[in-house]
Protein backbone atom coordinates (compact mmCIF):
# COMPACT_ATOMS: atom_id res chain seq x y z
CA UNK A 1 0.00 0.00 0.00
CA UNK A 2 1.88 2.94 -1.23
CA UNK A 3 0.58 6.69 -2.43
CA UNK A 4 2.60 9.39 -3.83
CA UNK A 5 4.82 10.58 -1.06
CA UNK A 6 3.75 8.15 1.12
CA UNK A 7 6.33 5.67 3.30
CA UNK A 8 5.65 2.13 3.85
CA UNK A 9 3.65 1.53 6.81
CA UNK A 10 7.33 -0.61 8.25
CA UNK A 11 9.35 2.15 6.80
CA UNK A 12 11.12 4.25 9.14
CA UNK A 13 9.46 6.81 11.09
CA UNK A 14 9.08 10.05 8.55
CA UNK A 15 10.12 13.57 10.21
CA UNK A 16 7.09 15.26 8.57
CA UNK A 17 4.03 15.96 10.14
CA UNK A 18 1.19 13.54 9.94
CA UNK A 19 -1.25 16.06 8.85
CA UNK A 20 0.61 18.10 6.72
CA UNK A 21 -1.57 18.44 3.39
CA UNK A 22 -1.45 16.28 -0.05
CA UNK A 23 -3.76 16.59 -2.88
CA UNK A 24 -6.18 14.37 -3.39
CA UNK A 25 -9.26 13.45 -5.12
CA UNK A 26 -12.89 13.94 -4.10
CA UNK A 27 -13.94 10.95 -1.84
CA UNK A 28 -17.34 10.80 -3.80
CA UNK A 29 -15.33 10.53 -6.96
CA UNK A 30 -12.25 8.88 -6.51
CA UNK A 31 -12.61 5.30 -8.01
CA UNK A 32 -11.98 2.42 -5.59
CA UNK A 33 -9.62 0.07 -6.81
CA UNK A 34 -10.68 -2.49 -4.38
CA UNK A 35 -7.06 -3.99 -3.93
CA UNK A 36 -3.58 -2.84 -2.27
CA UNK A 37 -1.68 -3.23 -5.23
CA UNK A 38 -2.81 -0.06 -6.46
CA UNK A 39 -1.29 3.10 -5.38
CA UNK A 40 -4.26 4.80 -3.25
CA UNK A 41 -4.93 8.20 -3.56
CA UNK A 42 -3.17 10.63 -0.48
CA UNK A 43 -5.15 11.65 1.96
CA UNK A 44 -3.81 13.95 4.52
CA UNK A 45 -2.82 11.32 6.77
CA UNK A 46 -0.34 9.91 3.92
CA UNK A 47 2.39 8.61 5.50
CA UNK A 48 1.29 7.62 9.12
CA UNK A 49 1.55 4.10 9.98
CA UNK A 50 -0.78 2.34 12.25
CA UNK A 51 -0.63 -1.06 13.45
CA UNK A 52 -4.63 -2.25 14.55
CA UNK A 53 -4.07 -4.89 17.11
CA UNK A 54 -7.72 -4.70 18.35
CA UNK A 55 -10.98 -6.54 18.10
CA UNK A 56 -14.49 -5.63 18.17
CA UNK A 57 -15.25 -2.51 18.11
CA UNK A 58 -14.08 0.70 19.41
CA UNK A 59 -10.13 -0.01 18.68
CA UNK A 60 -10.82 -1.37 14.93
CA UNK A 61 -13.28 1.46 14.06
CA UNK A 62 -10.61 4.22 15.33
CA UNK A 63 -7.91 2.62 13.47
CA UNK A 64 -10.59 2.76 10.37
CA UNK A 65 -11.29 6.47 10.46
CA UNK A 66 -7.49 6.98 10.49
CA UNK A 67 -7.91 5.04 7.41
CA UNK A 68 -9.94 6.42 5.80
CA UNK A 69 -7.50 9.63 5.22
CA UNK A 70 -4.89 8.21 4.38
CA UNK A 71 -2.99 6.45 7.08
CA UNK A 72 -1.69 2.86 5.77
CA UNK A 73 -3.48 0.73 8.68
CA UNK A 74 -1.99 -2.54 8.90
CA UNK A 75 -4.93 -4.96 10.35
CA UNK A 76 -2.69 -7.40 12.94
CA UNK A 77 -5.00 -10.93 13.79
CA UNK A 78 -4.30 -14.07 15.51
CA UNK A 79 -3.84 -16.45 12.70
CA UNK A 80 -6.63 -19.28 14.20
CA UNK A 81 -8.60 -16.35 15.89
CA UNK A 82 -9.71 -13.65 13.41
CA UNK A 83 -11.20 -10.18 14.54
CA UNK A 84 -14.86 -11.46 15.77
CA UNK A 85 -16.61 -8.36 13.61
CA UNK A 86 -15.64 -10.95 10.62
CA UNK A 87 -18.63 -13.26 11.48
CA UNK A 88 -21.03 -10.19 13.37
CA UNK A 89 -24.20 -9.75 11.40
CA UNK A 90 -25.60 -10.91 7.95
CA UNK A 91 -23.07 -12.34 5.83
CA UNK A 92 -23.23 -12.87 1.97
CA UNK A 93 -21.39 -16.07 0.14
CA UNK A 94 -19.69 -16.45 3.92
CA UNK A 95 -18.31 -13.42 3.63
CA UNK A 96 -19.10 -10.95 6.73
CA UNK A 97 -20.28 -7.36 5.86
CA UNK A 98 -19.91 -5.71 8.51
CA UNK A 99 -16.28 -6.67 8.79
CA UNK A 100 -16.07 -5.34 4.97
CA UNK A 101 -17.12 -1.73 6.55
CA UNK A 102 -14.73 -1.88 9.69
CA UNK A 103 -11.82 -3.21 7.57
CA UNK A 104 -11.91 -1.12 4.58
CA UNK A 105 -8.81 0.74 3.84
CA UNK A 106 -6.44 -1.93 5.75
CA UNK A 107 -4.06 -4.58 4.55
CA UNK A 108 -4.64 -7.65 7.07
CA UNK A 109 -1.91 -9.90 8.38
CA UNK A 110 -1.85 -12.98 11.03
CA UNK A 111 0.27 -12.97 13.79
CA UNK A 112 0.37 -15.03 16.91
CA UNK A 113 1.41 -12.20 20.08
CA UNK A 114 1.60 -14.60 22.41
CA UNK A 115 4.42 -16.98 20.25
CA UNK A 116 8.27 -15.31 20.97
CA UNK A 117 8.27 -15.13 17.39
CA UNK A 118 4.92 -13.16 16.98
CA UNK A 119 6.38 -11.30 20.08
CA UNK A 120 10.18 -10.01 17.71
CA UNK A 121 7.77 -9.58 14.36
CA UNK A 122 5.38 -7.02 16.19
CA UNK A 123 8.57 -5.08 17.78
CA UNK A 124 10.14 -5.25 14.26
CA UNK A 125 6.97 -3.74 13.36
CA UNK A 126 6.19 -1.18 15.77
CA UNK A 127 9.90 0.28 15.00
CA UNK A 128 8.40 1.56 11.74
CA UNK A 129 4.80 3.07 13.03
CA UNK A 130 3.40 5.99 14.51
CA UNK A 131 0.56 4.55 16.27
CA UNK A 132 -0.17 1.33 17.98
CA UNK A 133 -4.22 0.31 18.86
CA UNK A 134 -4.99 -2.91 20.60
CA UNK A 135 -7.50 -3.40 23.37
CA UNK A 136 -6.37 -6.31 24.91
CA UNK A 137 -7.08 -6.57 28.76
CA UNK A 138 -4.74 -4.54 31.06
CA UNK A 139 -1.35 -6.83 31.43
CA UNK A 140 -2.01 -8.96 28.40
CA UNK A 141 0.51 -7.19 26.02
CA UNK A 142 3.01 -7.08 29.03
CA UNK A 143 2.90 -10.59 30.06
CA UNK A 144 3.77 -11.13 26.23
CA UNK A 145 7.23 -8.50 26.39
CA UNK A 146 5.20 -6.53 24.53
CA UNK A 147 4.15 -3.26 27.28
CA UNK A 148 4.89 0.53 26.72
CA UNK A 149 8.45 -0.51 28.30
CA UNK A 150 9.31 -2.31 25.25
CA UNK A 151 7.36 -1.16 22.50
CA UNK A 152 8.72 2.50 23.06
CA UNK A 153 12.21 1.47 23.56
CA UNK A 154 11.44 -0.04 19.77
CA UNK A 155 10.72 3.09 18.50
CA UNK A 156 10.44 6.29 21.46
CA UNK A 157 7.94 8.08 18.72
CA UNK A 158 5.37 5.75 19.15
CA UNK A 159 1.96 6.22 20.40
CA UNK A 160 0.32 3.10 21.61
CA UNK A 161 -3.74 3.83 22.09
CA UNK A 162 -4.82 1.49 24.57
CA UNK A 163 -8.74 0.90 24.23
CA UNK A 164 -10.33 -1.13 27.06
CA UNK A 165 -13.99 -1.43 28.93
CA UNK A 166 -12.55 0.59 31.85
CA UNK A 167 -9.18 1.57 31.20
CA UNK A 168 -5.69 0.86 32.56
CA UNK A 169 -6.14 1.23 36.17
CA UNK A 170 -8.79 1.23 38.82
CA UNK A 171 -11.01 -1.74 40.54
CA UNK A 172 -12.96 -3.22 37.48
CA UNK A 173 -9.82 -2.56 34.93
CA UNK A 174 -9.38 -6.47 34.53
CA UNK A 175 -13.12 -7.21 33.85
CA UNK A 176 -14.32 -7.58 30.77
CA UNK A 177 -15.69 -5.03 29.11
CA UNK A 178 -18.08 -4.82 26.08
CA UNK A 179 -19.99 -1.06 24.99
CA UNK A 180 -22.77 -2.67 26.26
CA UNK A 181 -21.76 -2.11 29.89
CA UNK A 182 -20.60 1.11 29.23
CA UNK A 183 -24.16 1.90 27.85
CA UNK A 184 -25.45 0.65 30.65
CA UNK A 185 -22.78 2.20 33.64
CA UNK A 186 -22.22 6.02 32.13
CA UNK A 187 -26.11 6.38 33.07
CA UNK A 188 -27.52 6.26 28.98
CA UNK A 189 -29.80 3.61 29.70
CA UNK A 190 -31.38 4.93 32.67
CA UNK A 191 -31.92 7.77 30.65
CA UNK A 192 -33.67 6.12 27.53
CA UNK A 193 -37.34 4.30 27.32
CA UNK A 194 -40.15 4.98 28.22
CA UNK A 195 -40.98 6.25 32.03
CA UNK A 196 -42.62 3.33 32.69
CA UNK A 197 -40.60 1.09 31.08
CA UNK A 198 -37.25 -0.90 31.37
CA UNK A 199 -33.93 1.25 30.90
CA UNK A 200 -33.20 0.65 27.09
CA UNK A 201 -30.21 -0.55 25.40
CA UNK A 202 -29.50 0.61 21.63
CA UNK A 203 -29.50 -2.22 19.21
CA UNK A 204 -25.91 -1.19 17.75
CA UNK A 205 -22.62 -0.07 19.13
CA UNK A 206 -23.14 3.17 20.38
CA UNK A 207 -20.41 3.24 23.55
CA UNK A 208 -17.98 1.61 21.02
CA UNK A 209 -18.67 4.47 18.19
CA UNK A 210 -18.48 7.18 20.65
CA UNK A 211 -15.20 5.33 21.95
CA UNK A 212 -13.66 4.96 18.40
CA UNK A 213 -14.33 8.78 17.61
CA UNK A 214 -12.75 9.79 20.63
CA UNK A 215 -9.49 7.33 20.41
CA UNK A 216 -9.13 8.89 16.91
CA UNK A 217 -9.21 12.14 18.13
CA UNK A 218 -7.08 11.24 21.26
CA UNK A 219 -4.02 9.55 18.58
CA UNK A 220 -4.03 12.85 16.92
CA UNK A 221 -3.82 14.52 19.88
CA UNK A 222 -0.78 12.49 20.91
CA UNK A 223 0.65 12.94 17.71
CA UNK A 224 0.42 16.61 17.70
CA UNK A 225 2.11 16.70 20.97
CA UNK A 226 4.82 14.24 19.89
CA UNK A 227 5.56 16.62 17.20
CA UNK A 228 6.72 19.13 19.91
CA UNK A 229 8.03 17.25 22.17
CA UNK A 230 9.87 14.24 19.72
CA UNK A 231 8.30 11.21 21.88
CA UNK A 232 5.14 9.09 21.54
CA UNK A 233 2.77 8.48 24.90
CA UNK A 234 0.30 6.24 25.86
CA UNK A 235 -3.42 6.79 25.30
CA UNK A 236 -5.50 5.25 28.10
CA UNK A 237 -9.19 5.38 27.21
CA UNK A 238 -12.17 3.49 29.14
CA UNK A 239 -15.26 3.24 27.24
CA UNK A 240 -17.34 3.83 29.90
CA UNK A 241 -16.42 7.94 29.50
CA UNK A 242 -16.59 9.27 26.09
CA UNK A 243 -20.37 8.02 26.53
CA UNK A 244 -20.79 10.04 29.65
CA UNK A 245 -19.64 13.05 28.01
CA UNK A 246 -21.78 12.91 25.80
CA UNK A 247 -24.44 12.35 27.76
CA UNK A 248 -24.40 16.25 28.72
CA UNK A 249 -24.03 17.91 32.29
CA UNK A 250 -25.70 15.22 34.39
CA UNK A 251 -22.77 14.82 37.02
CA UNK A 252 -23.04 19.14 37.47
CA UNK A 253 -27.07 19.06 37.54
CA UNK A 254 -26.36 16.08 40.76
CA UNK A 255 -23.50 17.64 42.32
CA UNK A 256 -25.16 21.38 42.62
CA UNK A 257 -29.02 20.84 42.34
CA UNK A 258 -29.27 16.61 43.41
CA UNK A 259 -31.37 16.46 40.61
CA UNK A 260 -31.43 12.98 38.75
CA UNK A 261 -32.88 13.02 35.13
CA UNK A 262 -35.70 10.89 34.49
CA UNK A 263 -36.50 8.48 31.62
CA UNK A 264 -39.13 10.87 29.45
CA UNK A 265 -39.25 8.92 26.27
CA UNK A 266 -38.93 11.01 22.85
CA UNK A 267 -39.87 13.87 24.93
CA UNK A 268 -36.86 16.35 26.21
CA UNK A 269 -37.09 17.49 30.18
CA UNK A 270 -35.42 20.72 28.86
CA UNK A 271 -38.23 22.02 26.12
CA UNK A 272 -41.28 20.64 23.51
CA UNK A 273 -42.79 20.18 21.29
CA UNK A 274 -40.44 17.51 21.26
CA UNK A 275 -41.49 13.80 19.93
CA UNK A 276 -42.21 11.88 17.49
CA UNK A 277 -45.85 12.07 15.87
CA UNK A 278 -47.87 9.83 13.01
CA UNK A 279 -49.11 11.40 9.85
CA UNK A 280 -52.39 10.34 7.88
CA UNK A 281 -50.42 8.16 5.80
CA UNK A 282 -48.87 5.87 8.66
CA UNK A 283 -45.51 7.83 8.82
CA UNK A 284 -43.64 8.48 11.57
CA UNK A 285 -42.27 12.07 11.70
CA UNK A 286 -40.41 14.04 14.89
CA UNK A 287 -40.22 17.42 15.24
CA UNK A 288 -37.88 19.21 17.13
CA UNK A 289 -38.77 23.03 18.43
CA UNK A 290 -35.92 23.23 21.36
CA UNK A 291 -35.81 27.35 20.53
CA UNK A 292 -38.73 29.71 21.61
CA UNK A 293 -39.36 31.28 18.25
CA UNK A 294 -39.11 28.13 16.87
CA UNK A 295 -41.88 26.90 18.71
CA UNK A 296 -44.26 29.94 17.90
CA UNK A 297 -44.06 28.35 14.34
CA UNK A 298 -44.96 25.14 15.31
CA UNK A 299 -48.33 26.00 17.57
CA UNK A 300 -49.09 29.19 14.99
CA UNK A 301 -48.74 25.86 12.01
CA UNK A 302 -50.78 23.60 13.42
CA UNK A 303 -53.67 26.00 14.40
CA UNK A 304 -53.13 26.70 17.92
CA UNK A 305 -51.49 30.09 18.15
CA UNK A 306 -53.32 30.85 21.66
CA UNK A 307 -50.69 28.70 23.06
CA UNK A 308 -47.87 30.84 22.39
CA UNK A 309 -49.68 33.31 25.02
CA UNK A 310 -49.24 30.62 28.01
CA UNK A 311 -46.96 32.41 30.50
CA UNK A 312 -45.22 28.67 30.70
CA UNK A 313 -44.63 28.89 27.07
CA UNK A 314 -41.92 31.62 26.99
CA UNK A 315 -39.51 28.99 28.14
CA UNK A 316 -37.99 25.35 27.56
CA UNK A 317 -38.67 23.94 30.85
CA UNK A 318 -42.17 25.80 30.94
CA UNK A 319 -43.09 24.11 27.58
CA UNK A 320 -41.45 20.99 28.94
CA UNK A 321 -44.22 20.70 31.46
CA UNK A 322 -46.44 20.95 29.79
CA UNK A 323 -45.63 18.35 27.13
CA UNK A 324 -48.92 16.62 26.63
CA UNK A 325 -50.68 19.68 25.56
CA UNK A 326 -48.26 20.55 23.38
CA UNK A 327 -48.28 16.96 22.03
CA UNK A 328 -52.19 16.61 22.03
CA UNK A 329 -51.94 19.48 19.61
CA UNK A 330 -49.17 18.72 17.23
CA UNK A 331 -49.80 15.36 16.50
CA UNK A 332 -53.56 15.99 16.22
CA UNK A 333 -52.49 18.23 13.45
CA UNK A 334 -50.01 15.71 11.84
CA UNK A 335 -52.51 13.26 12.13
CA UNK A 336 -54.50 14.81 9.22
CA UNK A 337 -52.09 15.39 6.84
CA UNK A 338 -50.27 12.85 5.01
CA UNK A 339 -45.94 13.09 5.37
CA UNK A 340 -45.05 15.02 2.24
CA UNK A 341 -47.81 17.27 2.99
CA UNK A 342 -46.25 17.89 6.85
CA UNK A 343 -42.57 18.47 5.51
CA UNK A 344 -43.68 20.99 3.03
CA UNK A 345 -45.38 22.89 5.51
CA UNK A 346 -42.73 22.71 8.06
CA UNK A 347 -40.45 23.54 6.06
CA UNK A 348 -42.23 26.84 4.31
CA UNK A 349 -42.78 27.99 8.38
CA UNK A 350 -39.37 27.33 9.12
CA UNK A 351 -39.81 25.18 11.50
CA UNK A 352 -38.04 21.66 12.12
CA UNK A 353 -39.33 18.43 11.07
CA UNK A 354 -37.81 15.33 9.82
CA UNK A 355 -39.20 11.83 8.86
CA UNK A 356 -38.39 9.15 10.75
CA UNK A 357 -35.78 6.54 8.04
CA UNK A 358 -34.84 3.25 8.11
CA UNK A 359 -31.91 2.36 5.73
CA UNK A 360 -33.88 2.01 2.74
CA UNK A 361 -34.88 5.59 3.05
CA UNK A 362 -31.70 7.01 3.85
CA UNK A 363 -30.41 5.51 0.22
CA UNK A 364 -33.07 6.89 -1.55
CA UNK A 365 -32.46 10.53 0.33
CA UNK A 366 -31.44 13.21 -1.91
CA UNK A 367 -29.66 15.14 0.93
CA UNK A 368 -27.52 12.16 1.35
CA UNK A 369 -27.01 11.54 -1.82
CA UNK A 370 -25.54 15.14 -2.38
CA UNK A 371 -23.23 14.51 0.53
CA UNK A 372 -22.38 11.99 -1.19
CA UNK A 373 -22.96 9.89 2.57
CA UNK A 374 -22.92 6.79 0.86
CA UNK A 375 -20.50 5.47 -1.70
CA UNK A 376 -19.69 2.17 -3.79
CA UNK A 377 -16.46 0.31 -3.16
CA UNK A 378 -15.27 -2.10 -5.61
CA UNK A 379 -15.00 -5.55 -3.68
CA UNK A 380 -12.88 -8.62 -5.23
CA UNK A 381 -14.84 -10.83 -3.80
CA UNK A 382 -18.43 -9.65 -3.52
CA UNK A 383 -18.25 -6.85 -6.35
CA UNK A 384 -19.45 -3.58 -5.30
CA UNK A 385 -20.23 -2.77 -2.21
CA UNK A 386 -23.10 0.47 -0.98
CA UNK A 387 -21.45 1.68 2.42
CA UNK A 388 -20.51 4.32 4.41
CA UNK A 389 -18.12 7.22 2.84
CA UNK A 390 -15.51 8.58 4.55
CA UNK A 391 -16.93 10.86 7.72
CA UNK A 392 -16.70 14.50 6.82
CA UNK A 393 -15.33 16.40 3.93
CA UNK A 394 -11.94 18.38 3.44
CA UNK A 395 -11.83 20.99 0.79
CA UNK A 396 -8.31 20.86 -0.11
CA UNK A 397 -6.99 17.02 1.27
CA UNK A 398 -10.25 14.79 1.25
CA UNK A 399 -10.21 11.00 2.72
CA UNK A 400 -11.52 8.01 0.68
CA UNK A 401 -12.04 4.72 0.84
CA UNK A 402 -9.54 2.56 -1.00
CA UNK A 403 -10.88 -0.89 -0.49
CA UNK A 404 -13.34 -2.79 1.30
CA UNK A 405 -12.22 -5.39 4.44
CA UNK A 406 -9.44 -7.34 3.11
CA UNK A 407 -9.71 -11.45 3.41
CA UNK A 408 -8.18 -13.17 6.80
CA UNK A 409 -4.02 -12.46 6.47
CA UNK A 410 -4.36 -11.17 2.86
CA UNK A 411 -1.17 -9.15 3.18
CA UNK A 412 1.05 -11.27 5.38
CA UNK A 413 3.52 -12.08 2.66
CA UNK A 414 3.46 -8.68 1.88
CA UNK A 415 3.77 -6.79 5.13
CA UNK A 416 5.95 -9.14 6.25
CA UNK A 417 8.55 -8.81 2.93
CA UNK A 418 8.72 -5.06 3.12
CA UNK A 419 9.96 -5.78 6.72
CA UNK A 420 13.21 -7.54 5.11
CA UNK A 421 11.99 -11.12 6.67
CA UNK A 422 13.04 -13.59 4.37
CA UNK A 423 10.69 -16.04 2.44
CA UNK A 424 12.89 -18.46 4.67
CA UNK A 425 12.03 -17.02 7.84
CA UNK A 426 8.49 -16.21 7.13
CA UNK A 427 8.07 -20.08 5.83
CA UNK A 428 9.32 -21.01 9.52
CA UNK A 429 7.24 -19.34 11.19
CA UNK A 430 4.24 -20.29 9.54
CA UNK A 431 5.40 -23.39 10.21
CA UNK A 432 5.52 -22.60 13.92
CA UNK A 433 2.27 -21.31 13.18
CA UNK A 434 3.21 -17.93 14.68
CA UNK A 435 1.15 -16.65 11.25
Known amino acids: MTSSGAASPTSPASSASPAS ?3 SASPASAPSSGTPDAPPPAGPLAGLRVLDLAT ?31 GHGPAKDGVGLWWKLLGRNKRTITLDLSAPGG ?50 SGP ?30 PPFGLADSIAALTAAYAVMTALAGRERTGHGQVVDLAIIEPVLTVLGPQPLWYDQLGYVQPRTGNRSPN ?22 SVAERVVRLVGRPELAREPWFATGSGRAAHAHV ?14 EEVVGAFE ?3 AAVAPVYDVRDVLADPQFAALGTVTEVDDPELGPLRMQNVLFRLSGTPGGIR ?33
Not at 125 to 153: H, K, M, Q, Y
Not at 192 to 199: K, M, R, V
Not at 326 to 339: M, Q, T
Open 21 to 23: PVS
Open 56 to 86: LFAGPLAATLLGDFGAEVVKVEHPDRPDPSR
Open 119 to 168: RDVLLRLAAGADVVIENFRPGTLERWGLGWEELSAANPRLVLARVTGFGQ
Open 172 to 201: YAHRPGFGTLAEAMSGFAALTGEPDGPPTL
Open 271 to 292: NAPRNTYRSADDRWLAVSASAT
Open 326 to 339: LDEAVGAWIARHKA
Open 348 to 350: EAQ
Open 403 to 435: WAGRPHGADTDAVLAELGLSEAEVTALRKDRVL
